[in-house]
């Protein structure tokens, strides 16, 4: 029997040997894959670097025997391969290493949130178990690769904010388990794949700023699951196919900025009945509100401003307690039939979270009711002007205590202000220009002391303008003009510093003398106080508003001589004070006033010699008429009355032949196609610049020598020249045969058109004309810049006439006055624009040294659409030089004030450092930006310019302020250069922290040695 066991005894033993054979095999396996995840780890390591000063990976050894235990690295429970992956948030820089797909086992992959380039390796479509794949919110390139179709278990694949080009690859369809397709704000184009729809585990399909066309397939329905549908700002047009409503699961709906159009089914609410965000605005859709959408209760933001829209407002707001966001703006909306206008504002007071409510510029009808007390404590912004709205303001409105702005303007309302609006001390924008409100402005209104800006215009308000107005500390713009407002120019409103953008107080009833105070308007644009009762002298401390351009005091009774203080304001475009009693003799300074464009003392009291030379060797932009005892140079003496009042006619005479014939070439020069671009930017010149002459401009640099050159941009070439009349300009000439020249060419005469300050380059005249080929040639003129560029300083390519560079001291002032540009630029014109494009080269430096801001080729305006400032026009190219582009301009976000922001922030740390971000050490992932924060700030002196220390040698006492100094404004520019916009502060803190430094360093006296 024991033999008969042999056989068996053997038999287990060769399995037991074979089983520890094969887990012995197993063990060595798993080693080696550990090992090789470890490397793929390690290559990753070796692609990036990190912008923190603690390396977030630096538990990464490969020393390690397992990676296990590694910063952000998951294995598995048998402790045998990588798992899980999160790097998000680490602020890495480099490029993504392609053995990532040696990771086979890797389930989880978060990249988000750091500042990767490059394209996605195609070794991504070897992680088979990969289920989530986030890389959103860097800078990566490229396509997105097809391979990735080979991840089958794939759940999420959220790529958004990167610059990845090209299309939707056709092969994403084959996820048959994804989820979550995001690829929002990227630069992706053509249409949504039509295999797409087949993909029917899909819940949230994220598509928003990109520039993908095309026609919405009807069979996009197929998506049973979705609930997050986001198609914004595109270039889709067509329809919206029926069956899209019929997503029943459809959370939010998204289809703004788009070229949709047609009528929403009326039935959308029952349709789509979990939907919580419906947003449509900018398109051009048509026929009505549908009331069915008012039917859904738990909705939060319903947006459909800027639209072809009709009708009446559906009832039912009252079923939406949950709502947030009303936006029906810029439709053609009327009220009910049969009722107030605005009785539907009643039903919106069970709305108890809404905060922001816009009903402008529709055909509403009515009066406002008392109930508008009762709405929202949380409500933010009211935007109700542009309609037919009667009656008076309800005392009620003083209970919206969170309010922060308030626009009432341009309709039928009348009555007295409430004084309850002094209540909303909250409020930034209070705008009711344009009614007929009348009586006296409430004192009441002094409360409001966070208000930046207060528009009372076009009313029939009486009595006094309130001295209590000297609260609004804060105040940019204030217009009081076209009512019928008496008594003095309060001297305390005169205090308001932070005036910079217009003090509009014309077309009043206003009598007394001109405050001497209004020289504290020392940042002021715009004056205007024409069509008064003024009386007395001029003050001469008019001569202290710095910034002033425009000038408006004509008709009223103002006597005395015209100051000449004058000669100060030396930014001064416009100056009107005609219709007064003004006496004594043109001052000759005016003449010194490079910048001005229009001068009006005509029907005034004036005598003697017209001054020559600057504003007066241009008759077209002096009006003289009406001054009796005037004479022109040379014909004082001996010349009868009469004959100097012909002279003056023919003045008259010439300047209206001038602008006629100007009309005339105008219209037979351009292009039927390209007038009706011109026109809109061609009055304002017409009116303020004479057009000159391709052969005045031929002889003006000398046949456009090489000579002159100047510099060669993306769109022309500029030459020095000089005009007949002497002055020196500078002449930007168009390259006709470049891509995009016309567009340019039309963006800065638009930019320039809105924009005025002593810190921008002059715009002197324009050129359209046929050259000696009879090709097209278009011409900017510009006044000459004697000291260049700031680049030409930073790189040395000038010097001081002793050798030297610019000091401290300089380069600070040249900082501030970029940032005072700007911020008029952002915050102080009428419509912000956004410069685009701000460098070093960009800079220019007159004879003293003070930098102006020019080259607006690249610029957009920026419209104010409830509250969010958008760019005028749809095109996501990316605009800017390399180097000086903010981030989010890759991800296809439309050109900013924060995107100028992180450019300044750039300028700045080049200006102190003397290095270009293009600079050839910053590579491997290295820029001007990481190499200062590095250095920041215990090691300062490293990265500012040698050039900069050594013009600014001090003694010892010294060093230590030069040095606090330098760290404040290297704070400040990297501030300004923050990945995120959001995190940006705004040019004008920036200005504040750099006027700081300025007057720390001039009262501690180390200027004086600089």
């Known amino acids: 029997m024991a033999l008969d066991k042999v056989p068996l005894l053997h038999f287990a033993l060769l399995v037991l040997f074979s089983c520890r054979a ?65 790097l998000s948030g680490l602020k890495l820089a480099g490029s993504i290493s392609p053995l990532i797909g040696n990771l086979s086992f890797l389930e989880s992959l978060q990249l988000q949130n750091n500042q990767l380039t490059g394209n996605l390796p195609e070794q991504l479509g070897n992680l088979f178990r990969l289920r989530t794949l986030n890389a959103s919110s860097n800078s990566l390139t490229g396509v997105i690769p097809t391979s990735i179709s080979q991840c089958k278990e794939l759940r999420i694949l959220d790529l958004m904010q990167n610059q990845i080009s090209g299309k939707i690859p056709e092969e994403i369809s084959q996820l048959k388990e994804l989820q979550v397709l995001n690829l929002a704000r990227n630069r992706l184009f053509g249409p949504i794949p039509s295999s797409l729809v087949n993909i029917s585990s899909l819940t949230n399909l994220n598509l928003g700023t990109n520039s993908l066309s095309g026609k919405i397939s009807f069979d996009l329905s197929r998506l049973r699951n979705l609930k997050y549908l986001d198609l914004t700002i595109n270039n889709f047009t067509g329809t919206v196919p029926p069956s899209i409503y019929n997503i029943s699961s459809l959370v939010y709906l998204a289809l703004a900025s788009n070229n949709f159009r047609g009528e929403l089914p009326s039935n959308i609410g029952v349709t789509l009945p979990n939907l919580l965000g419906f947003n449509f605005c900018f398109n051009k ?30 009832p039912g707001l009252a079923n939406l307690p949950d709502l947030e966001m009303y936006n029906i703006g810029f439709n053609k909306i009327v009220s009910s039939t049969g009722s107030n206008g605005f009785s539907f504002l009643e039903s919106l007071t069970n709305s108890t979270r809404l905060n922001f409510l816009a009903i402008d510029s529709n055909l509403f009808e009515g009066e406002i009711p008392e109930s508008i007390g009762k709405l929202s404590k ?39 202000i409430p004084l309850e609006i002094g209540k909303l001390e909250e409020l930034r924008v209070l705008v009711l220009a344009g009614n007929h409100l009348s009586g006296k402005i409430p004192n009441s209104l002094g409360n409001l002391q966070k208000l ?85 002298e001029i003050p001469k401390s008019i ?27 030396r930014g001064l475009e416009s100056l009107d004070l005609s219709s007064n009693q003004l006496s004594g003799a043109v001052p000759f300074v005016l003449r010194n006033l490079q910048a001005l464009q229009f001068l009006n003392l005509s029907f005034n009291n004036l005598e003697g010699e017209v001054p020559s030379g600057g504003v007066f060797a241009d008759p077209t932009k002096v009006y003289l008429e009406g001054n009796k005892n005037l004479c022109l140079q040379l014909t004082c003496k001996n010349r009868p009355a009469d004959r100097r009042r012909l002279i003056l006619v023919c003045i008259i005479v010439s300047a209206t032949l001038l602008a006629v014939c100007f009309t005339v070439a105008l219209i037979c020069h351009f292009k039927k196609g390209k007038l009706a671009e011109v026109e809109s930017i061609s009055e304002p010149f017409r009116q303020q610049h004479r057009m000159i002459s391709y052969d005045e401009l031929r002889l003006a640099t000398n046949n456009f020598n090489r000579g002159n050159l100047l510099g060669i941009g993306s769109f022309g070439s500029v030459y020095k020249g000089q005009l007949s009349k002497g002055s020196d300009v500078a002449v930007k000439v168009f390259n006709t045969e470049t891509r995009g ?61 002793n050798g030297k560079g610019l000091n401290l001291l300089h380069r600070l002032n040249v900082a501030i006055d970029v940032a005072y540009a700007i911020n008029y630029l952002h915050h102080e014109c009428e419509a912000s624009v956004v410069h685009c494009d701000l460098k070093p080269s960009n800079v220019l430096l007159d004879s003293d040294m003070t930098a102006k801001v020019g080259d607006f080729g690249l610029a957009r305006l920026l419209i104010n659409n409830n509250g969010n400032q958008t760019s005028i026009t749809s095109t996501h190219t990316l605009k800017g030089s390399i180097g000086y582009i903010p981030p989010e301009y890759g991800f296809g976000e439309n050109p900013s004030t924060a995107g100028d922001v992180y450019s300044y922030g750039i300028l700045i740390l080049e200006l102190f450092t003397g290095k270009s971000p293009r600079h050839e050490s910053f590579i491997g992932g290295l820029s001007l930006k990481k190499w200062v924060e590095t250095n920041f700030p215990g090691k300062i002196e490293e990265v500012v310019d040698q050039d900069l220390l050594g013009t600014s040698k001090l003694q010892n006492v010294c060093q230590e302020i030069q040095r606090d100094c330098l760290i404040k404004i290297f704070g400040v520019g990297l501030s300004c250069v923050a990945d995120s916009p959001y995190k940006r502060i705004i040019i004008r803190d920036a200005l504040h922290k750099l006027r700081s430094v300025r007057d720390a360093l001039i009262k501690s006296d180390v200027t004086k040695k600089l």
């Open 285 to 314: 859709f048509t026929g009505a509100i549908p009331g069915s959408l008012h039917n859904l209760t738990r909705i939060r933001i319903i947006r459909m401003a800027h639209n072809l829209l009709s009708g009446s407002v559906p």
């Open 452 to 536: 930046n800006k207060i528009d009372l215009s076009k009313n029939q308000l009486l009595g006094s303008i309130p001295a209590v107005f000297e609260n609004f500390q804060d105040l940019l713009s204030m217009d009081l003009s076209n009512n019928k407002l008496n008594g003095s120019i309060p001297p305390e409103i005169l205090h308001l510093s932070s005036l910079s953008t217009f003090l509009n107080l014309s077309k009043n009833y206003l009598s007394g003398s001109l405050p001497e105070e209004v020289g504290f308007l020392k940042s002021v644009i715009t004056i205007d106080i024409s069509d008064n009762q003024l009386s007395g």
């Open 741 to 801: 020249y016309w567009k340019s060419f039309l963006a800065e005469c638009a930019a320039l058109r809105q924009v005025r300050h002593r810190n921008l380059i002059k715009l002197i005249t324009t050129c359209s004309s046929i050259d000696f080929r009879s090709s097209e040639f278009l011409a900017l003129v510009y006044e000459f810049m004697s000291n260049g560029s700031l680049e030409d300083w930073i790189t040395g390519k000038r010097r001081t006439s």
């Open 22 to 86: 094969m887990s012995f095999l197993d063990a060595e396996s798993a080693a080696l894959s550990l090992i090789s995840d470890k490397e793929a780890l390690m290559s990753l390591k070796s692609h990036t670097i990190s912008m923190e000063v603690s390396y977030p990976l630096s538990s990464w050894d490969e020393n390690s025997t397992s990676p296990c235990n590694w910063t952000r690295v998951v294995c598995n429970k048998n402790g045998q391969r990588v798992i899980e992956l999160d």
């Open 543 to 569: 001569g202290n508003c710095k910034s002033l351009q425009h000038l408006l005091l004509a008709k009223n009774l103002l006597s005395g001589q015209i100051p000449d203080t004058f000669e100060a304001t």
């Open 378 to 416: 949380v409500l933010k912004r009211i935007y109700m002007g542009g309609n037919r709205i009667y009656g008076s303001i309800p005392s009620s409105i003083g209970q919206l205590r969170g309010l922060e702005l308030l626009d009432m303007s341009y309709g039928s309302i009348s009555g007295e």
